[in-house]
């Protein structure tokens, strides 16, 4: 079974400049997260989507970071326009989504802001 | 607010030594209890999970942990710690799974 899989792995911008970040969800899988990991600290939820509807987004900076899923299966996270707070790992996550289930991780997109 | 606590942003073991890395949970409602290991550059690979049924979960790799209410902890334990095991370790909860929460995460050094 193939795994969550992320694009780019790494990716260097400047402050001011937009970024996209690409996420295939295991297939069959209903929930799609998105994580922020700055260094040193645990997983933050950014957003969650059900199929193609959004669970959860209270911890997305709107102004700036959107999301995607459309069709339900693949997803786009974009930063428009990056600060340099927004240097992390941005990690993508899938599960069939049920209550007990486990979440399945990406390798992460590492982000550097300069 | 709903979270959990590890204590211990690192932690050092020699080799063959008891691994014991702890995570605390804040609420009375029963929650679905996770640890997580993270390998350097690489994404999180679950060990184990607790979902209301024995309170003493087995896992990948020797990896263990016990559920204690009365505690309201979920801590990860391994008996002989291998050098294999140095890696970042996180503590996950959820309570309706929709909303996971994450620990600060313990960082395990295994001295050879």
């Known amino acids: 079974e193939a795994g969550v899989a992320q694009s780019p792995r790494y990716k260097i911008i400047e402050k001011r400049q937009s970024v996209a970040f690409w996420c295939n969800p295991i297939?069959?899988?209903?929930?799609l997260y998105w994580y922020q990991q700055i260094l040193g600290q645990g997983p933050k939820l950014l957003i969650q989507?059900?199929?193609?509807?959004?669970?959860?987004d209270s911890q997305l900076p709107k102004d700036r970071f959107s999301a995607e899923r459309l069709k339900g299966v693949d997803s786009t996270l974009k930063i428009q326009p990056a600060k340099l707070e927004d240097s992390a790992v941005y990690l993508c996550?899938?599960?069939?989504?049920?209550?007990?289930?486990?979440?399945?991780f990406g390798p992460g997109t590492r982000l550097t802001v300069l | 607010a709903q979270s959990v606590t590890q204590l211990g942003s690192h932690v050092s073991v020699s080799e063959g030594a008891l691994v014991l890395l702890r995570c605390n949970y804040s609420s009375s409602v029963p929650p679905y209890l996770f640890w997580y290991v993270q390998y350097p550059n690489q994404g999180l690979q679950l060990l184990l999970k607790y979902t209301s049924a024995a309170t003493l979960v087995k896992g990948i790799n020797g990896f263990e942990a016990e559920f204690k209410k009365s505690e309201t902890s979920f801590h990860l334990t391994k008996p002989s710690a291998h050098m294999s095991d140095a890696a970042e370790y996180f503590c996950a909860v959820t309570y309706t799974g929709n909303q996971f929460y994450f620990g600060t995460g313990t960082s395990l050094t295994v001295i050879p």
């Open positions: 996550a899938s599960s069939p989504g049920t209550r007990s289930n486990e979440q399945f």
């Open positions: 297939s069959g899988h209903a929930t």
């Open positions: 989507f059900q199929n193609n509807g959004v669970v959860d």
